[in-house]
Each structure stands twice: as structure tokens, then as C-alpha cells.
């Protein structure tokens, strides 16, 4: 798979998983591996629960894609988001504020979907 393709599916993955959760999960391989979860398990529950999570505190989070970086099947991506703090969070009430978050993340795309995160 070409850096371009590997791009592609990582676009693909940010742009619905907020939307629609069942097309970004289209995007995973049924061996997924978050490693900021070592615990979670494997495939595509583990992007579910996490999304479920994380609406069920943030029910307005949105992602964008600042930078893009590939080289073989590794794919770098700098995102920012944000979203309202309506929902208990590891034990913090909700605020009501809005909260801006950025991040680095680096996943490994294989046969067109993300094996590690």
C-alpha cells in the first residue's frame, strides 16, 4: 500500500468517526491495537467503547486534521479538538466548558486499514 493510500485511509477514519462511527470503523482491522490502552483488547470495540466515551462526555467533539505525514505503512497525524464538558469524565463533574485538546498520533495501515494506533 503506497503512503498516498495509507494517507487516505487515515483521512477517511478522521473525518467520519465522529459522524459516523460505523464508516470509520470500516477503516480498522479486526486486529486493532490502541496502544495508549494496552488493557483494552483488540479490534474494533476498543475504537467503540472509546467513542462512546468520549461523546458521552464531549457530545459535541469534533477532530480536524492539521498535518499529515506518511513513509511506508506509517502514518503521522496532527489533529485539534474540541467539545463541551457535559458528561463525567474520570471522575470530573461536568463543567460546561469547552475544552481544546491537540495531539500526535502515529498508526500502522495495512491492507487498507489501521492495525496499530
Known amino acids: 500500500m503506497s ?20 464508516s470509520a470503523e470500516e ?15 483488540h479490534g474494533p470495540n476498543v475504537l467503540r467503547s472509546h467513542v462512546a466515551a468520549l461523546l458521552h462526555t464531549f457530545p459535541d467533539f469534533t477532530i480536524e ?3 499529515i505525514l506518511a513513509e511506508g505503512d506509517r502514518v503521522v497525524t496532527r489533529v485539534s479538538g474540541r467539545g463541551t464538558h457535559a458528561g463525567t469524565w474520570m471522575q470530573i463533574e461536568p463543567t460546561g466548558s469547552v475544552i481544546h485538546v491537540k495531539g500526535i498520533n502515529i498508526d500502522r495501515v495495512s ?3 489501521i492495525v496499530e494506533h
Not at 13 to 20: I, K, S
Not at 31 to 39: E, G, I, K, R
Open 27 to 41: 477503516c480498522i482491522s479486526p486486529d486493532y491495537v490502541d496502544h495508549n490502552n494496552a488493557d483494552a483488547g
Open 111 to 113: 491492507n487498507g486499514r
Open 3 to 22: 503512503a498516498d493510500a495509507a494517507k487516505a485511509v487515515i483521512r477517511r477514519f478522521y473525518t467520519e468517526l465522529f459522524r459516523d462511527l460505523a
Open 65 to 67: 486534521i492539521e498535518d
